[in-house]
C-alpha cells in the first residue's frame, strides 16, 4: 500500500472540448525500425492551434505499430526490437506465409505493441514525459508507405 505522503495529485481542471481537428500523417519506412513521429505530432498540434485537449495518433496498417518509449538512449530501441523478435519469431511454423515470412511475426507485433496512442495536450503541447517520444514501430523488412491518422479533440487558443 502506497503511503498518502507520496502522492500527490493537481487540482483537476476541465475545458469545453469545441474542435476536432484531424490530419493524415503519411510515413516512408527504410524497413523494419523506429521512426521518430514526435515531431509532427508536434507541428500538428501547433497548426490546429490546440490548447488543451487529447492527440490521438491511429495507424492505418496490420503490420506497423504505435508506441510511446525512451528518447534519449538509441540502444533502448535496438533492445526493444530485439524483444518483438524474441516474441514473434520468423521461424516459428507460421500458417500465413503468403506475403513472406515477416508477415504474420509483424502481425503479432502489431498485436503487442498496438495501433493507436492517444496522449494528453495541454497548454498547447504534448503532454509527454522528458525522455519519450512517439513512434512508428516498422515491422517488415523492406519499406513501406505507412499511414497514420492524426485527430485533436479538445479546446483551442
Same mark, same amino acid.
Given at each position: ?10 487540482? $483537476? &481542471? ?6 476536432? /481537428? ?7 519506412? =527504410? +524497413?523494419? *525500425?523506429?521512426?521518430?513521429? /514526435? ?16 492527440? /490521438? ?12 518509449? !525512451?528518447?534519449?538512449? =538509441? ?17 516459428? +511454423? ?5 506475403? *513472406? $515470412?515477416?508477415?504474420? $511475426?509483424? %502481425? ?11 496522449? $494528453?495536450?495541454?497548454? *498547447?503541447?504534448?503532454?509527454? *514525459? ?7 514501430? !516498422? %515491422?517488415?523488412?523492406?519499406? %513501406? ?9 479538445? &479546446?483551442?487558443?
Amino acid at each position: 500500500m502506497t503511503s498518502a505522503r507520496s502522492v500527490t495529485r493537481s487540482a $483537476p &481542471s476541465s475545458v469545453q472540448a469545441t474542435t476536432v /481537428t484531424s490530419s493524415l500523417l503519411t510515413v516512408q519506412t =527504410p +524497413g523494419r *525500425g523506429f521512426t521518430d513521429l /514526435t515531431s509532427e505530432a508536434t507541428k500538428f498540434i501547433a497548426e490546429a492551434q490546440a490548447r488543451d485537449g487529447a492527440l /490521438t495518433l491511429f495507424i492505418r496498417h496490420t503490420s506497423a505499430s504505435l508506441t510511446i518509449q !525512451e528518447n534519449a538512449d =538509441p540502444s533502448v530501441l535496438v533492445d526493444l526490437g530485439t524483444a518483438l523478435s524474441q516474441l514473434a519469431p520468423e521461424n516459428a +511454423g507460421w500458417t500465413h506465409d503468403t506475403e *513472406g $515470412p515477416d508477415d504474420m $511475426p509483424a %502481425h503479432v507485433k502489431t498485436m503487442l505493441t498496438g495501433a493507436s496512442l492517444q496522449v $494528453p495536450v495541454l497548454n *498547447g503541447r504534448l503532454a509527454l *514525459g522528458t525522455w519519450q517520444a512517439i513512434y512508428l514501430i !516498422e %515491422h517488415r523488412s523492406r519499406p %513501406h508507405r505507412r499511414e497514420i491518422v492524426l485527430q485533436f479533440i479538445g &479546446s483551442i487558443q
